[in-house]
Antibody
């Protein structure tokens, strides 16, 4: 079955950097688009970034554009999110999520358990 | 402020029916499929409805979806206490070139 396991979350100071990873298994990773979706404490879902199957086309929320970079290594079945210039408002649970198809972002058919990122001094 | 607008909360008695609306614009719902997600307390979201009205395998037919113009609706019949959760609509926004979700609706089964 599909498994998405996030890692790399933790506490970081404002202005700092963090890299999240998502290990995927149970499906042919290189055939599907992938998302990072976040949820601030007590708040709703926010699409952070989406990357198509080939790793070339990437899309970002305005709130993270220029600060976050999504990437993937299809040889390692792993999705990444590099987060720079972190702000308090980036504090959230970050979910790795799999799209139903290779280039179309929705629907999201599988979700990881999430990793908590806390930006605080 | 979410791009897609949902009511913050809805409630109904066990066995009854409830609908949750999701309002958008021509650049998102008006031009793309809508999907719906259920998030039970303390868990990750789960896909309930995709392509406006299709149910993934394992989702009971008590859950239904529809779309008209720039709005979509999730319907739940035969409400159970286990349906208490947050529900989100989601789709792609062509103008933003990004995925967007509604703000979420908390369902209470009284």
């Amino acid at each position: 079955q599909v498994q998405l396991v996030e890692s790399g979350g933790g506490v970081v100071q404002p202005g700092g950097s963090l890299r999240l990873s998502c290990a995927a298994s149970g499906f042919t990773f290189s055939n599907y688009g992938m998302h990072w979706v976040r949820q601030a404490p007590g708040k709703g879902l926010e699409c952070v970034a989406f990357i198509r199957y080939e790793g070339i086309s990437k899309y970002y929320a305005d709130s993270v554009k220029g600060r976050f970079t999504i990437s993937r290594d299809n040889s390692k079945n792993t999705l990444y999110l590099l987060m720079n210039s972190l702000r308090a408002e980036d504090t959230a649970v970050y979910y790795c999520a799999k799209a139903k198809e290779n280039i179309v972002s929705f629907p999201i058919v599988n979700w990881g358990q999430g990793t908590l990122v806390t930006v605080s001094s | 402020q979410s791009v897609l607008t949902q009511p913050p909360s809805v409630s109904a008695a066990p066995g009854q029916k409830v609908t949750i609306s999701c309002s958008g614009s021509s650049s998102n719902i008006g031009d793309n499929y809508v999907s719906w997600y259920q998030q039970l307390p303390g868990t990750s979201p789960k896909l309930l409805i995709y392509e406006n009205n299709k149910r993934p395998s394992g989702i009971p037919d008590r859950f239904s979806g529809s779309k008209s113009g720039t709005s979509a609706t999730l319907g739940i019949t035969g409400l159970q206490t286990g349906d208490e959760a947050d529900y989100y609509c989601g789709t792609w926004d062509n103008s933003l070139s990004a995925g967007v979700f509604g703000g979420g609706t908390k369902l209470t089964v009284l």
